[in-house]
């Protein structure tokens, strides 16, 4: 099984700036790897698939790359909305696993 | 719209069945895998097992075999994940999710959750 490590646990950002979280696997998953957010008492919205693809209604200000073993979800700049927890995917190989999450809060 | 609604929250004793539902709407339920994936209070996403509802196909995680079973009724376009026996351990939230494409694990429309507690 694909172990998925992300990081930071925790992030701090102001309003306005930049996040970047960053996903790391145990072996190449290609660009099959998904990126999700999930508020607080709400389901999780997926937001980024093939590593760089946007979702349906997902804001230009959400973007994802790397490929292989490194990726990368950047938040260009923060919105209120945003301060929530990600979970970065693989379904590169069966099963699809999740990395632990981040949680970006507001600093 | 296309959603995915979840019956409401459960409390049952170990030892006990449950079975929990996922009703389908705004697209085609049968073109569609639907995956559920458990939350435990405070943790991350796991994947369980998902369905093809077009024949009934199932594959589930290591981790839950034997001791989940999903299934759906396409007359009624609904998924379901059921328990013979609970243990507390089942306590969490679980989701209904949509694949995005047959073949991806991406998850592109979720249900609301629903919360099982177990407890004597």
């Known amino acids: 099984e694909i172990v998925m490590t992300q990081s930071p646990a925790t992030l701090s950002v102001s309003p306005g700036e930049r996040a970047t979280l960053s996903c790391r696997a145990s072996?190449?998953?290609?660009?099959?790897l998904a990126w999700y957010q999930q508020k607080p008492g709400q389901a999780p919205r997926l937001l980024i698939y093939g590593a760089s693809t946007r979702a349906t209604g997902i804001p230009a200000r959400f973007s994802g790359s790397g490929s292989g073993t490194e990726f990368t979800l950047t938040i260009s700049s923060l919105q209120s909305e945003d301060f929530a927890v990600y979970y970065c995917?693989?379904?590169?190989?069966?099963?699809?696993?999740f990395g632990q999450g981040t949680k970006l809060e507001i600093k | 719209e296309v959603q995915l609604v979840q019956s409401g929250a459960e409390v049952k004793k170990p030892g006990e069945s449950l079975r929990i539902s996922c009703k389908g709407s705004g697209y085609s339920f049968t073109s569609y895998w639907i995956s559920w994936v458990r939350q435990m209070p405070g943790k991350g996403l796991e994947w369980m097992g998902r369905?093809?509802?077009?024949?009934?196909?199932?594959n589930y995680s290591p981790s839950f075999q034997g001791h989940v079973t999903i299934s759906a009724d396409t007359s009624i376009s609904t998924a379901y994940l059921q328990w013979s026996s609970l243990k507390a351990s089942d306590t969490a939230m679980y989701y209904c999710?949509?694949?995005?494409?047959?073949?991806?694990?991406?998850?592109?429309?979720w249900g609301q959750g629903t919360m099982v507690t177990v407890s004597s």
């Open positions: 072996q190449s998953v290609s660009s099959n």
């Open positions: 999710a949509r694949h995005f494409s047959s073949l991806l694990y991406v998850f592109d429309i």
């Open positions: 995917q693989q379904y590169n190989n069966w099963p699809g696993t």
């Open positions: 369905i093809d509802p077009s024949d009934s196909y199932t």
